[in-house]
Nanobody, 115 residues
Framework: QVQLVESGGGLVQPGGSLRLSCAASGTTSTIRVMGWYRQAPGKQRELVATITSGGSTNYANSVQGRFTVSRDNAKNAVYLQMYSLKPEDTAVYYC?????????WGQGTQVTVSS
């Protein structure tokens, strides 16, 4: 199994930047795709960005051009660099890892964009 621990959330002003990190442990060699999802109050969890073990990325339209997902396979980590943050980016951000037989979530980290 794989376990995930996120870090890096917090309060930031509109237009600011923030970097989220997610460290994976366990049977990390079985991870195929890692990524980030978010859930705002009263809304469903939604995709933010994903990255495969080969480096292929996928972004939600709402964050394209503002967020960058990256992965360090040697450190079993995935990152989300967020620029030009907007109040509508406020949400709990969850790290995700998928293998052939599992779909694992981290505990979530709060990102609040407010002046």
């Amino acid at each position: 199994q794989v376990q995930l621990v996120e870090s890096g959330g917090g309060l930031v002003q509109p237009g600011g930047s923030l970097r989220l990190s997610c460290a994976a442990s366990g049977t990390t060699s079985t991870i195929r795709v890692m990524g980030w999802y978010r859930q705002a109050p009263g809304k469903q969890r939604e995709l933010v960005a994903t990255i495969t073990s080969g480096g292929s990325t996928n972004y939600a339209n709402s964050v394209q051009g503002r967020f960058t997902v990256s992965r360090d396979n040697a450190k079993n980590a995935v990152y989300l660099q967020m620029y030009s943050l907007k109040p509508e980016d406020t949400a709990v951000y969850y790290c995700n890892a998928r293998g052939w037989t599992y779909n694992t979530w981290g505990q979530g980290t709060q990102v609040t964009v407010s002046s």
